[in-house]
Structures are given as C-alpha cells and as structure tokens.
C-alpha cells in the first residue's frame, strides 16, 4: 500500500500527548468560560476575539485527533488500507447523518454547538471504527 500521506508510527503518541489537554481546556471553555489570561490581546474585533484560548482548544484537538487517526500501523499492509478505507467511509456517513439530524430538529445556540462538535465527529468516528475494526480482523486472523 502506498503510504505517503500518513505520519510515521511514532506520532501516534504525540497525537494523544496534544489531544488529551486539549479537549480538557475546550470542555473548561465550553462549559466553563475559562479563559487563559496571557492569550488575550485587548478587546475583540471583528475579525480577532478577544482571547485565544478556544482557539488553541480546538486546533490541538484537531492536530492531535489528524496525528493519532493518520499515522502508520507497525504492519502497513493493503489489508490496513482496506480497513481505513472502510472506517473513513463509515464516518463521513456518520457525520452527515448527525449533520441532517441536528439541522432538522435543532436551531440557534443548541444548534452552534451541534456544529462545534460535528467539526470533530469526522476524525472521532474514524479513529473509533478503525480502531475496532483492525481489533476485530486481529480477533479473527488469531482465531
């Protein structure tokens, strides 16, 4: 399998070295409106908030999450490409399903955080299935 595209093994543990705190902080300023005083840059513009720290939630939640679901099994094989495949098309269906869900029968703030969240169900879902099916295939090659 041609492999060009996805990070080497190792960065794995880099993704959940930045993907733990950082979905901690995010949940800290979602529920919590915490806010790191040192990120703010005076008063929020149009085009800058006023402090950067969902900011910096966010993007290493997504950095973290693009690390762990696209870096290298220790065996890389067609068999692997296959399963990735698969639990990539699995969760882009998933996602637009609870896209079509949240836009029928949520709106206004409910409906900003259905989307803050759907922004990570893509990589979520894929890291999931994934995870679980290349579980169940080494269930079934061992049996």
Do not use: C
Request: aromatic share 14%.
């Amino acid at each position: 399998m041609n492999t060009k595209w996805l990070f080497p093994h190792q960065y794995r543990l880099a993704g959940w070295l930045i993907v733990v705190p950082s979905v901690i902080l995010g949940l800290f300023v979602l529920y919590g409106e915490y806010t790191i005083d040192w990120l703010s840059i005076g008063s929020p513009t149009a085009l800058l908030p006023g402090n950067f720290t969902d900011e910096i939630a966010s993007l290493g939640s997504i950095v973290g999450l693009l690390l762990i679901a696209f870096s290298r099994e220790k065996i890389e094989d067609e068999r692997t490409g296959r399963l990735r495949l698969e639990a990539l098309q699995w969760s882009v269906y998933i996602n637009y399903l609870i896209l079509v869900v949240a836009i029928i029968v949520t709106y206004d703030g409910v409906f900003f955080s259905m989307m803050i969240y759907n922004m990570f169900t893509v990589l979520l879902v894929f890291i999931g299935r994934f995870r679980w099916l290349t579980h169940r295939d080494t269930q079934q090659l061992t049996a």
